[in-house]
């Protein structure tokens, strides 16, 4: 088991901007999926973006793309959200996912357009966008 936890979240102005953090627990993982999910009150869980801990190579859903930056030191997790919206409100969740030889545009498809979540979740940070 692994366990994640997730920091960094707040309220925030349009236009600002938070850095989320997401520790996780020693595992014997050394190559494998991470990412950050989202759910909004009263839509579907969104995948946000997703990073292979192989190749390094990283993947983001339209929405976000030019604004949020994921990356990886260690056990730790990152997402900068730059010029955030009242649209990115949501519950943020840490991903990671053991499964190897993947991409981060891989790991995004295996997820979302696979319907195959990730085995581990975090317990969420609220991120609140006012206008």
């Known amino acids: 088991q692994v366990q994640l936890v997730e920091s960094g979240g707040g309220s925030v102005q349009a236009g600002g901007s938070l850095r989320l953090s997401c520790a996780a627990s020693k595992h014997s993982y050394d190559t494998y999926c991470m990412g950050w999910f989202r759910r909004a009150p009263g839509k579907e869980r969104e995948g946000v973006a997703a990073i292979s801990t192989g190749d390094g190579s990283t993947y983001y859903t339209d929405s976000v793309k030019g604004r949020f930056t994921i990356s990886r030191d260690d056990n730790t997790l990152w997402l900068q959200m730059n010029s955030l919206k009242p649209e990115d409100t949501a519950m943020y969740y840490c991903?990671?996912?053991?499964?190897?030889?993947?991409?981060?545009?891989?790991?995004?498809?295996?997820?979302?357009?696979?319907?195959?979540?990730?085995?581990?979740w975090g317990q969420g940070t609220q991120v609140t966008v006012s206008s």
């Open positions: 991903v990671l996912d053991p499964v190897s030889g993947y991409s981060g545009s891989e790991c995004y498809s295996l997820w979302s357009q696979q319907n195959l979540p990730p085995n581990y």
